[in-house]
């Protein structure tokens, strides 16, 4: 009647996106959905793994551990002699070699002995004959004693007598003084050593015109066996030096030019003031030497040992670091990562650090490459001396 029929639906082409939306099922559509989701992570799904820090390491001990100071000193002798003459004379004959080992009183040098014979000689005649008129004019004093009593001189010629004995006697003093001068200074033309101890450079030889009590030495002597070291300690470390001094404080000494070998001795000597102009206190050590191995002039490295702690926990004073917090170390755990701790130190030198607390004997605790790690990361050990690259 008056109604339109419906209009016939006409085919779609099976490219259409109508006919491609329909194609796709549920399912496949959500499992394409996540994989769009998920697209972007999966280059980094998988972490990439950070490199270890090679570090060296080293346990933590306790141990007995000398209280010292390090310093430098120079060796002297306990004994020098600058050798000059008393008299003046030409050398005539050398008693030693140069660098021979001299014992106290032996001869080194003679000069000519001719004119201080003469002069001997001399001196001697001069009081023969003031003795001989020393003894004439005493006896004329007594004779003018008697004739005085018996009033046949004039007190007077009593007195005269009597004057020219006591001026007599006088001379035959004088005389007796320039005796004993002639004979010394025959004595002091061989010029001996004053001490036993190594002989120097010798500075004349023989027919030398050697002049007397020049300052100029003809020759020194040091006293090597025992001998000396001279060091300075700073004045902030003086207190400890009085605490212990009366215990017995040892002195090492090892030679600046890489002996590993230390000499041992004994602290003998603690100057009594502080040098105003270094702010330091002079100490010396005493050494035997008996095998020569120490020299006067020598520099040396000194090692002042005062007291030896006999308990104390130490660890490798590289391997502490000091922070705004104080001092703290890096600390190996058994899975390779490393902890921050805390610790307090009491004392450290250039190669040990005494802990007070932080930490226990048997830690192992980091000594190179700390600067490189933080806390909770992962390193790897190894040897001292190894390549530090991972």
Known sequence: MGSEAPAPLLPRRPGSPSCRLRAWSAPALCAALLALVLLPGCGGGKSQRQPRVAVTVARVERRAVPLQIITTGTIEPVETANVGSQVGGVVQRLGFTEGQDVAAGHVLIELDPRPFRAALEQARGTLARD??????????????????????????????????????????????????????????????????????????????????????????????????????????????????RNGAPRVFVRASSGDSAEVAGRLSFVDNAVDPATGTLLLKGEFPNRDGRLWPGEFVGVRLVLTVQPDALVVPAPAVTNGQQGAYVYVLNPDSTTTLRPIRVSRADDVTAVVASGLKPGEVVVTDGQFRISPGARVLVRKAGQDSRP
């Open 131 to 244: 003795l001989a008129q020393w003894h004439s004019a005493r006896l004329d004093a007594e004779r003018a004693d008697r004739l005085l009593e018996q009033n046949l001189i004039s007190p007077s010629d009593h007195d005269k007598a009597t004057a020219a004995a006591e001026a007599y006697r006088a001379a035959v003093q004088a005389d007796s003084g320039s005796v004993a001068s002639a004979r010394l200074n025959l004595e002091f033309s061989s010029i001996r050593a004053p001490i036993t101890g190594r002989s120097g450079k010798l500075n004349v030889h023989v027919g030398d015109l050697v002049k007397a009590g020049t300052s100029d030495a003809l020759v020194t002597i040091n006293r090597v066996t025992p001998i000396r070291v001279t060091f300075t300690v700073p004045q902030d470390q003086i207190p400890l030096v009085q605490r212990y």
